[in-house]
């Protein structure tokens, strides 16, 4: 959820006290871990792409799907959309730490392995999801789906029809 720190300060014990700011509806809920021992994670807010730019994605995903040859299922499509124009890149992993890590990544292939300071390491290609995209990345990504339509003579919506997606889509 959005919020806002509206105080840092320390308590008696030395710890940090942090005071944030909520919407109200989430009133109940917070009640309820009053007292509790809770997970938190505190970090900037970023606005989440839409799912309208999702499903525009997805529709454009399929027009190139059926207009390519040799042909390509749609999940085919997306993961050279991702790799292409996504969030994503080459890692390496300590091999012993190789399967907790690269879980966090939606798509991975190895790629290959080495030896760093006595310790092994896995090598891989990794790609995030669109799903965990933020405006901007979702906008990168449509972006160039936009023009791998074009480039295949699919018709695509206008510049300007786009535009007001994207307004849409950042929440402007």
């Known amino acids: 959820m959005k919020g806002r720190i509206t105080n840092i300060g320390h308590g008696l014990e030395g710890d940090l006290t942090v005071t944030l700011s909520l919407p109200r509806q989430y009133t109940d809920d917070i009640k309820k871990l009053l007292d509790a021992d809770i997970d938190a994670e ?10 309208s730019a999702n499903a525009y994605a997805w529709v454009l995903i399929n027009k190139i799907t059926e207009a390519i040859t040799p042909p390509m299922d749609k999940q085919e499509v997306y993961l050279l959309m991702l790799r292409r124009y ?13 399967e907790s890590v690269i879980r966090e990544f939606d798509y ?28 901007r990345e979702m906008a990168v990504l449509i972006d160039g ?18 535009a007001r997606f994207k307004e849409r889509w950042e929440g402007k």
């Open 42 to 51: 505190i970090k900037k807010w970023r606005e989440k792409r839409s799912l």
């Open 108 to 135: 991975h292939k190895v790629i290959g392995t080495g030896m760093a300071n006595g310790k092994e390491f896995t090598h891989a290609d990794v790609l995030v999801g669109s799903s965990k995209y933020d405006t």
């Open 86 to 98: 996504g969030q994503g890149g080459q890692v390496s992993i300590q091999t012993s730490q190789f």
């Open 145 to 162: 789906i936009i023009q791998e339509a074009r480039d295949l003579g699919i018709d695509t919506d206008t510049p300007e029809q786009i």
